[in-house]
């Protein structure tokens, strides 16, 4: 039977095989060979690719060099989305590998956030972290660490250290014995066809008479169509880190086994393959 | 990603979705398309005039800032830095209708706003 823990270990080493592709659309001096990588899906695009960033350097003139971009069959790819999110919204259903374009100028402004550093991805993680414990704990656990414990979890992530980052992460896991679970959940759902980037709201974990509320009851309340009615076909799937938990599943468990290192539960609703 | 097209010559008059806030309205907030923002300035920063201010929904946090910093009359060299709850950046792209609804109290979201770094 496998132990909680066991799952901690799989959401973090969870990967996503993609193919890196040069756009048609740039300039090169010979032609360029597609570079396939391993990404993980708890991690940023900017943070792993330095190495497609190299590759495809070789074969390219510096002055038709600016930043480096991806984009999937015309969306551009938001780097500050963790990848494994970005790739259960756009491309889970489709075969394997990944299929990425990579692109080094007509940097999209209006879809885009800039990403000049790794400390520019550094402080996007650190406030979503402390975003989540401002939702979870009224920031009193993140503010008691010391800086090098931020940092921790950060060089945790950055060079793919489960234990070094746990090892601060569980703290903000906890919650007082009394409470049933966090104060507010730290979530975020996704669509592809939206006009918001996403919904997060204030959610409990626990009814006011003292009740688990599970997966279900979040979308019950904030995507009732994702609940498929009986005898009705199923319209969407519900997919956290690339599978789709049972509804009944207790909200504060997810929040606790399935967040991603940025201790946000992202939660991708996709429509249901039509085969 | 955002609804409307930003051009850098807009003033405060040409902004319909940032306008000063009326005197306390009631009804349910999730009809309101607009928010109440409360801006204190941190450090060194100028103290706006006007504070209050009605916001709409889907206005992006990097908008606020630029609207912010226009107002100001800062450098195009200066940043901004805008925190909630006095701990966190929110993400540029971030909408301020999900961060009212998150982080709102009293009917407003305060945002604290400094041109240096504040709170890491």
Known sequence: MADDKDVLRDVWFGRIPACFTLSPEETTEREAEPYYLLLPRVSYLTLVTDKVKKHFLRVMKAEDVEEMWFEYEGTPLKWHYPIGVLFDLHASNTALPWNVSVHFKNFPEHDLLHCPSNSVIEAHFMSCIKEADALKHKSQVINDMQKKDHKQLWMGLQNDKFDQFWAMNRKLMEYPINEGGFRYIPFRIYQTMSDRPFIQKLFRPVSPEGHALTLGDLLKELFPAAICVEDEPKRFQVMIHGIEPLLETPIQWLSEHLSHPDNFLHISIIPAPSD | ?120
């Open chain 2, 1 to 120: 990603m955002s609804d409307n097209a930003e051009s850098p010559t807009e003033t405060q008059k040409d902004d319909p979705s940032i306008q000063h806030a009326a005197i306390e309205h009631t009804g349910a907030s999730d009809e309101k398309k607009k928010i109440d923002v409360l801006l204190k300035a941190v450090g060194d920063a100028p103290i706006m005039k006007t504070k209050k201010w009605s916001v709409e929904r889907g206005r992006t946090v990097q908008s606020l800032a630029q609207f912010i910093s226009r107002f100001l009359k800062l450098e195009p060299s200066e940043q901004l830095f805008i925190y909630v709850n006095q701990s966190f950046a929110p993400s540029p792209d971030q909408e301020v209708g999900v961060l009212f609804e998150c982080f709102g109290s009293d009917g407003k979201l305060v945002l604290h706003y400094c041109k240096s770094q504040a709170w890491g």
